[in-house]
């Protein structure tokens, strides 16, 4: 089965009501947990973003401090994976300044870690490339905001 397209989408949700509407929704949501994440966001979530931003950010944190740090390979991987579930959040939010907040606090963390006599080359360039990431969506936001935001981030490079 191909696809829709989302225009196509978009036209015959329109013209669906809205019973039918709430049961496509329900249906959604039993398929993946993203979809039931994405729902639970926009229902609950999306009207206070900076409530958002402090759970994720709780949750990002958490994710640190339970790090396997045996040795590298593991380490490695949760922070990847970490970095998975933090973009994962940014989707679903979508609002650039909160993409910029999420980011710029992972790679605080990612920092810290780091500073915590792991050495290791690969995450030193993933913190390198969130870092480019960070500058590039700083670069794209208000002048207002890119000044408070451009304070934060040279802060965090000086560390």
Not at 2 to 7: E, G, H, S
Not at 12 to 34: A, G
Not at 36 to 50: F, G, I, P, V
Not at 112 to 117: K, P, R
Request: one cysteine or more; a positive charge.
């Amino acid at each position: 089965m191909k696809a829709a397209t989302v225009k196509n989408l978009k036209d015959e949700l329109r013209s669906r009501s809205h019973s039918n509407l709430v049961d496509i929704c329900l249906r959604l949501s039993k398929f993946k947990k993203e979809n039931k994440e994405l729902l639970t966001y926009l229902l609950y979530e999306s009207s206070n973003e900076a409530l958002f931003i402090i759970h994720v950010k709780e949750e990002i944190e958490e994710e640190f401090s339970k790090l396997n740090r045996s040795n590298n390979y593991l380490i490695k991987k949760s922070v990847r994976k970490i970095l998975r579930t933090t973009n994962k959040y940014i989707r679903y939010s979508g609002i650039p300044e909160t993409k910029v907040e999420l980011m710029m606090f992972f790679c605080y963390m990612l920092h810290t870690l780091l500073d915590d006599s792991i050495n290791s080359y690969i995450l030193e360039k993933l913190l390198t490339r969130q870092i480019e990431l960070l500058n590039k969506s700083i670069s794209k936001l208000h002048e207002d905001l890119q000044y408070d935001y451009k304070a934060e981030f040279e802060e965090l490079l000086k560390q």
